[in-house]
């Protein structure tokens, strides 16, 4: 009789010990799966912030190569106005000295 109910209680006990690891191991699995859950939505959220810079950052490298296009004409234009520039100071200086000699002449001829 004494051996049936040390079985019994050695049973028991084992029952209740497994019982308890059962709920402890359930619970630690719960909290990894809401972890792993938190960490898929942070990976998604991420994702999605990556995409959006990205494109920001396309959008700004576009904006750079317009703007580097629009610099380029910008030199062309200021090269062809400094040129007809310095013609038209060569000109002006050519009329000048028309000028002057022409206003010699004139004194001259009084």
Known sequence: MLLEWSIVTVSLVLVVVL?????YFQ???IKEQKNNDVMKLTLKEAEVLIRKYQIQLQRALGNIDIL?????KLRREIKTVKQRNSQYRIENEKLRSRIKDLESRIEALL
């Open 19 to 23: 019982l308890i690891k059962m709920f």
């Open 68 to 72: 580097n296009e629009q610099m380029m």
């Open 27 to 29: 619970n630690l699995t």
